[in-house]
């Protein structure tokens, strides 16, 4: 969905550069990086039989408070999206999720591909949530049972959204009820889950589970990993299917243990909601400071980590040539990221380019 | 294919175990996590549109003296493998290899999933390596143009076997032009391609585009990367498939730059060639006195680092004991492979154990 | 997308029903069963390559005054338009369509499924045609040669479209010219074609190639076939993959003859262009007998054999009483269908049902 | 698998020719075609929703001794095998099957396509049968649970097989007992299961649920059918996965009355078994009179309507000078095929043109 602009792609090497582009372009966090030094000790068996992929499974399940959760580390977003929604969806299901979702709009056709052929449908809905009300007709306009259509199967939340803004945990229980009622299973795309779950202030237990999600894509590499995503799975059948549609995709990497190992230390001592906790913070100082400042529109509410606003292009060009690093989605329109890698210094230059 | 006897398993966490279960065990080499490390330095931009990646790809052109090929890097060997073959077979295809191949019998019928249904026609040989004879019967046998019949559109070498033998550069000649006088591309296994150089002595490219080959599954994880494959494509169409082949399937991670300074690594200075060397000279060392010792029955001809060896069911009990660590395919069909980390003193304690 | 109402089915086996549900709910024409009659004459080599099909291939080109078209004979619509289209897009392609194609809403991802995940997205339009500023908007708001987005590749016309309108000659040349500035190649699901052609009064070469279309699902199903499409592919490389898609998909009948056979007789002689007549002559009897009543609201320009009104509850109820068969698609919206055998007596009966 | 002869082809259109080439070569039987006749009365609702359908349901419940068992009306063979066994077995599933089965062999990769990459294994066997030793040493072979590895999940019987021999009920029995040991289901390929039913003289329950068969491709044109296959399935849950996949792959006929008028008839007053009782008997009459002209090698046990034979290359040329028309599989290798339609004056005529 987003294209860099040409000049901060040429300023990439500057060293004076400000970076707002994404939380992927951050490297990895440095108790990442000494997680998987301390990983290379020794040999160990291969594809995910080892003892550090073992003690990431228990981690999980401490961590989601779920005796059952099984986890499957893969190495991008898009595998652990369109893999968990193929094992929750038959090929002639759909998907439903928000209009804006990633799973719609940037991965592909991916969970198309890997299902055989099942569809994902838009849902409408303000601050780019799903609403209630879009789910419930959705649900209504279906013709159950009859194969000229595709039956929809999953309910898909992106949390937090791909604009930046966070269900609430009542919302999400709202919305998977309504789903639960056709029958139907629901994944919650969580690439970045930590800056929602240190947004609500609500423990992982009660934005998954507890709320009716079936299977959480796990996010770590935007949020200090190195290159560790997962799929934590808690309907049992789904996971059995996981066993051989992970591995027959590529997914299963021979050396996981240096997956688990990120992992490990990620859902460790809290470590993944400190990061995602600075990317928020600075994030907030961002948009207050804008908000201050004046004449900067802003596009969404900044729950986490991404905010978005409208300036002229003048005001575009003018923050380009300050080396802040921006996507710009449309003329006007640009996208700013914090990350945990984000300083306070990182926000003043930002702020002080705007005021410019 | 292979599956660890339950002893070797529970002695995993046994400091004096002797690895020869498989070069996945082995961790990381130094290098290549100092080059991690080193690439661990302020921001760059994701899905491989950095500044590392770019200089991966002069570096594979460099290695492979060839001015268009274009290297994928993707985070398993299966995933090098599928990806490589769809975009070289229609899904009407059919894919002919060795009958002993990885691709036929240990990747779950990734290909035909990922290529929508291409079929794998496994062929004869001796040694493990496919017969010239073998393969112009096939193709004589076919019916072409007949859609009833998958079309042969890609001939794939393991190399080296998964049985631990190679081709010679002449042999992979020979095959080579009997599949192009049909059209067929031919694409190459090389999950231990450096393992094969070093036995062979020719040059990457001598064993590779010089020889016929369209497209290269390049394996590191298995000689000392942390989680870095990757598909070196000589066929330009193919490559531009390749891009959106890749992306759809979820084998673009996000901060590729990791990968890349994971490849880069690996092919400067000849670090590949010197890891795989070790393995190579320590694989020599143990055939050779398991030669001297007798009593041991050799199943193939040890090329590579890979030693197939039948001893009795009194032995396969007694090396456990010693901590020997190794895979029994059958009962009594024993499989030992070095990898960079094997040391002569670990050569040592497993002729010791033999020999007992 | 259409349900027949409980009543509407308990009275089919009454004689005295009064069929306007569906064209697909006719039978098959005297001369096509003369025809399959004629073929069953003596052998014939199977799977297409006798000589009935031989002279159907020519009966196409005469017919659609095109020198290398290849038809394609297959037994459904879905067959007809999903394998046309998967040989025209690739797995990462997208197919544009108006948002209420038959192709997008009522065949539940056969696309996405016989194409390896290819993506439809349906644009606005009025009169359900699609407008060109949609196509130019959605052309234009495409990353292209982004993978993290499926690619527009085809424009797919449905002709008439599934609400009964139809695009004049000059609409389909300005909207294929659009497709053709970015590469697209370009479909006409052609269900009901025999009605348009009716309809505009210009030649089927008019409507197809000569308006830059590359392939025809040329329906004869719901115009007095028995069971035969077809695939009238223009482009000579989609029509080299279609030998083997349609055969890999199990869509090439052995005794093909009986379809090719139903196929010339319904080129022949205009017989197509004369039930289509029928019912279009019928429906414009039975719309101009609608207005002169009054008190139904006609939701679409009945430019061929269907149309759709909105009537009260207490009006369907009253109709389906009097014998009138038609699909009520929501409360209040009702779908009437004439075919190649509907009289002017059924179009009074109706007329009086809708007087009562 | 086959292709007919140059010399055959062109002597396609004489009139003096004797039809040995296929079964699939003969015309509709006059009873089929009385029953589409039949069935072109008034209108009927689409898509398998009318009375005739119904009507075939029952037949086959009734001609299968079995309550719940459901019929799908399908027009090619590859689409009932296909379809069936995707419904059976899972995308990373395997099917079993003997060596020569035509699943195997001649439906280019159909079931891999629309199973989303499931993997077709070729058993060794006498006669061209499955042999239970085979079966077992397969399933002994595989390590069940191991991802790397495809699961077998469906065993498949060609009864009869594609070389002309059968399967007595014990041996069918024997095998799928097996199969249930592992969990397998059990696919019956019957593109002719007409002729084995008459050869075994048992019920057609005792040859399919009884023996332990959970879905059976039900072959119909081939036995003087115009276009009429169908899936016969006594799994409910894959009979209720049927509706989606038959239509999302083409494979659900608008007219279907027609293709259930056909099987209705077929089915109805043992017709079925004496267009196959005829097939078989004049292939007797063939063989018997082949052994005792002598000099012609019988290649295969010619249980039904297939006969293999090896004959000299002057042979070949004159039984094509005296108009015989026949596969040749391999230089001297021939294939003989009688049908409902072949007359004992055809069986005469062929003799004479062997003993010349």
């Known amino acids: 969905m987003l294209r860099v602009s040409d000049a901060a792609r040429s300023s990439d090497r500057n060293v004076r550069v400000i970076e707002f582009r994404s939380d992927n372009a951050a490297g990895a966090a440095p108790e990442i990086l000494a997680a998987i030094q301390a990983a ?13 992929t073992a003690q990431l499974q228990q981690t999980v399940r401490t961590v989601f408070e779920h005796d059952t959760a099984r986890v499957f580390p893969v190495t991008s977003g898009t595998a652990a999206n369109a893999l968990a929604l193929t094992a929750l969806c038959p090929p002639w299901g759909a998907v439903l999720c928000h209009e804006t979702a990633h799973i719609l709009n940037s991965e592909a056709g991916a969970t198309s591909m890997l299902g055989g052929g099942a569809q994902m449908i838009g849902l409408a809905g303000d601050d780019f949530l799903i609403a209630p009300e879009a789910l419930r007709r959705a649900l209504d306009s279906i013709r159950w049972g009859d194969p000229h259509h595709s039956q929809p199967s999953v309910l898909s939340f ?5 604009m930046g803004t966070t269900y609430t945990v009542a919302q999400l229980v709202e919305l998977s009820a309504i789903a639960d009622e056709r029958g139907l299973k629901v994944h919650l795309d969580g690439a970045r889950i930590a800056n929602a779950v240190v947004r609500l202030g609500c423990s992982p237990a009660e934005m998954t589970w507890k709320a009716g999600v079936d299977a959480v894509s796990l996010g770590a590499t935007k949020n200090g990993g190195l290159s560790a995503e997962a799929i934590v799975m808690f309907d049992a059948g789904a996971a059995d299917e996981l066993v051989y549609r992970t591995k027959r995709s590529g997914h299963v990497t021979s050396k996981m243990r240096f997956q688990s190992a990120q992992l490990i230390a990620y859902l460790t001592d809290d470590l993944w909601l400190r990061l995602a906790g600075n990317a928020n913070a600075r994030m907030t100082e961002l948009a207050t400071g804008l908000a201050e400042l004046g004449g900067v529109e802003l596009v969404n ?3 986490v980590n991404m905010l978005f606003v409208r300036v002229s292009d003048r005001k575009v060009a003018e923050l380009k040539q300050a080396g802040l ?32």
Chains 1, 2, 3, 4 share one sequence.
């Open 40 to 52: 290379n000790v020794g040999t160990a068996i291969a594809y995910g039989d080892d003892d550090v």
């Open 158 to 162: 992106t949390q937090p959204s791909d």
């Open 301 to 303: 509410r900044p729950d």
């Open 325 to 356: 690093l921006f996507y710009e989605l449309r003329p006007g329109l640009v996208r700013l990221v914090t990350s945990w890698s984000t300083t306070t210094e990182d926000v003043e230059r930002a702020l002080a380019a705007f005021a410019r």
